[in-house]
């Protein structure tokens, strides 16, 4: 069955780099049916969309992100990664990775979510 | 950026009736809207695309309906399980992907 699970530091200081991994089980991140997404909930909030990876390395950003965010896919460990830049305190949030068909684009498994918090 | 606006925020429905949550959307997208439900501390579930499609699993008591900009989920004879937050969420027009901000059904 399809899992995705994401991993990294819990704690990240401000203005510094948020990084997180995601892998996967159960499917290949090289199928070309799939996009790779990352998205986020602050506390209590709505979900964000932050981005998404095809297998040939082809991303799209939320253009509120775009200048801070890279997502990168190594789909020889059949992972996916996010960083991003300068983070602030509104940068805490559960982070979860998420499968999507390449059309219609919707979230069809999620990882667990990883909760990063951001300290000044 | 099309703005996705569900009502009401909360929604207070007793066991065994039908609950009905509602989301705009600030332009039109077609059919392009996904329905999920999160419970506290897991992830979203996907429970219906394209609209209407229920996804696999999800249990017939979920319906959806709509197009263009007025969308609805309905959960017939809701059960103990059922309450949750709900999210739509449009992929008509992106990027971005955008979310409601969340319906909460709680037990009445």
């Known amino acids: 069955q399809v899992q995705l699970q994401e991993s990294g530091p819990g704690l990240v200081k401000a203005s510094q780099t948020l990084s997180l991994t995601c892998s996967v089980s159960?499917?290949?991140?090289?199928?070309?049916?799939?996009?790779w997404s990352w998205i986020r909930q602050p506390a209590g909030k709505e979900l964000e969309w932050i981005g998404r990876?095809?297998?040939?390395?082809?991303?799209y950003y939320n253009p509120s992100l775009e200048s801070r965010v890279t997502i990168s896919i190594d789909t020889a460990k059949n992972q996916f990664s996010l960083k991003l830049t300068s983070v602030t305190a509104a940068d805490t949030a559960v982070y979860y990775c998420?499968?999507?068909?390449?059309?219609?684009?919707?979230?069809?498994?999620w990882g667990q979510g990883a909760l990063v918090t951001v300290s000044s | 950026e099309i703005v996705m606006t569900q009502s009401p925020a909360t929604l207070s429905v007793s066991p065994g009736e039908r609950a009905t949550l509602s989301c705009r959307a600030s332009?039109?997208?077609?059919?392009?809207l996904a329905w999920y439900q999160q419970k506290p501390g897991q992830a979203p579930r996907l429970l219906i695309y394209?609209?209407?499609t229920r996804a696999t699993d999800v249990s017939a008591r979920f319906s959806g309906s709509g197009s263009g900009t007025e969308f609805t989920l309905t959960i017939s004879s809701l059960q103990s399980e059922d309450f949750a937050i709900y999210y739509c969420?449009?992929?008509?027009?992106?990027?971005?992907?955008?979310f409601g901000q969340g319906t909460k059904l709680e037990i009445k």
């Open positions: 998420a499968r999507g068909p390449v059309t219609p684009y919707y979230f069809d498994h």
């Open positions: 159960g499917v290949s991140t090289r199928s070309g049916s799939y996009y």
């Open positions: 990876i095809y297998t040939s390395g082809g991303t």
């Open positions: 332009r039109s997208i077609s059919n392009s």
């Open positions: 394209g609209a209407s």
């Open positions: 969420q449009q992929y008509n027009n992106w990027p971005p992907y955008t």
